[in-house]
Structure formats: structure tokens, C-alpha cells
């Protein structure tokens, strides 16, 4: 790693490190862990539009805590190509990447208005994945399809 690199970036104690986030997307990851809404306090650092080997990317840093398993799947649905590097003591002790699941229930609203799950009815949106490069979902029930914005703008 070079100096320059080191200096940009500055490693965390205890946390979550979202890395090889889509560029431009570092965004919609703070939205979803709940930054945004002031739903937590913790210290968070971003870095945006940083060099790696595979093009640029975002990074997202949350000190002392670890990010739920549901939170995870939303950031999969934006940036598939995401990992999640678990700190201790400075140390990656954990790392994985965001797992793109099968099934995407009560995470994600339907873009079409007249969707039943849009009526005030008691019905989850839920969606099939069909395309994963893009992240492609299918409703259930309307069958429309939604990627790319149509997806991040409606990650609930
Ligand atoms: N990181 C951090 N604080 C630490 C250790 C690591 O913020 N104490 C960050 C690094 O800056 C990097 C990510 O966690 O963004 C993963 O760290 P590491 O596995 O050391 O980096 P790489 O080997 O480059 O990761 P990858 O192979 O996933 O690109
Ligand atoms: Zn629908």
C-alpha cells in the first residue's frame, strides 16, 4: 500500500467497513444503515470516487457496531459487488461479501402505483431476482420489472 493511499484513508479501531461500494453510491448505503434518518450515532466516514484496481469506488466506515443481516441484503440490491469487513482492535478479523439473495420480501416497494401491494392492503412487495449484472427484480405480484434507480430510490 502507498503512503498516499494510507493517508486517505484512515483505518478504524472497531467496526464495519462497507468497501468496493459502486461509486457514487456511498449515498444510498448511509441511507439504508440508517445515517441519514439519524437512526444511529455512530462515528461514520465516507470516501467517494477512491482508486482500486477494479475502477473507483466508494467506501463506508461505522465504528463499534456491526451492520444487520437485513441492512446487508438492501446494500447487496445497490452494489453487488460490496464486501463487509468486520474490525477488531484494527485488524479485519471478518471479511464477506454482500450475498444478492433469491427472494427480495418487504425490503423494496413496487414502483407501479396500481400494485396491489401499493393499495393499503396487507401485502409485503416481494420480488424475484432475475438478473444479477444489473440487479434485475421481478413483482410477484404485478410482474413489473425494476433495476438500476427504480430499485435504490425504493429501498424502504
Ligand atoms: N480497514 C479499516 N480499518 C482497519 C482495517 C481495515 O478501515 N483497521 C479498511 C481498509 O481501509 C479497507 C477495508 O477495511 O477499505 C478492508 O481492509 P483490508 O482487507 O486490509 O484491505 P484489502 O486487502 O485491500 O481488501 P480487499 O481485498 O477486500 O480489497
Ligand atoms: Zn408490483
Known amino acids: 500500500m502507498n503512503k498516499d493511499k494510507k493517508i486517505k484513508i484512515t483505518p478504524i479501531e472497531y467496526g464495519t467497513v462497507i468497501d468496493h461500494i459502486k461509486n457514487g453510491h456511498a449515498m444510498k448505503v448511509l441511507r439504508i444503515i440508517g445515517v441519514l434518518d439519524k437512526k444511529m450515532d455512530s462515528i461514520v466516514s ?6 482500486s484496481s477494479m475502477g473507483k469506488k466508494d467506501i463506508v466506515k461505522v465504528e463499534n457496531i456491526e451492520i444487520k443481516s437485513d441492512e446487508l441484503d438492501k446494500i447487496s440490491l445497490i452494489s453487488p459487488r460490496a464486501t463487509v469487513n468486520i474490525i477488531r482492535n484494527y485488524e479485519v478479523i471478518k ?7 433469491e427472494k427480495v420480501k418487504g425490503i423494496v416497494s413496487c414502483i407501479n402505483n396500481t400494485c396491489i401491494t401499493n393499495q ?21 405480484y404485478c410482474e ?5 434507480e427504480e430499485i435504490s430510490e425504493n429501498v424502504l
Open 95 to 101: 471479511k464477506h461479501d454482500v450475498k444478492l439473495p
Open 144 to 148: 413489473r420489472d425494476m433495476k438500476g
Open 46 to 51: 465516507v470516501a467517494m470516487n477512491v482508486n
Open 120 to 140: 393499503n392492503e396487507p401485502v409485503e412487495p416481494e420480488f424475484d431476482v432475475i438478473g444479477k449484472d444489473p440487479v434485475t427484480l421481478k413483482c410477484v
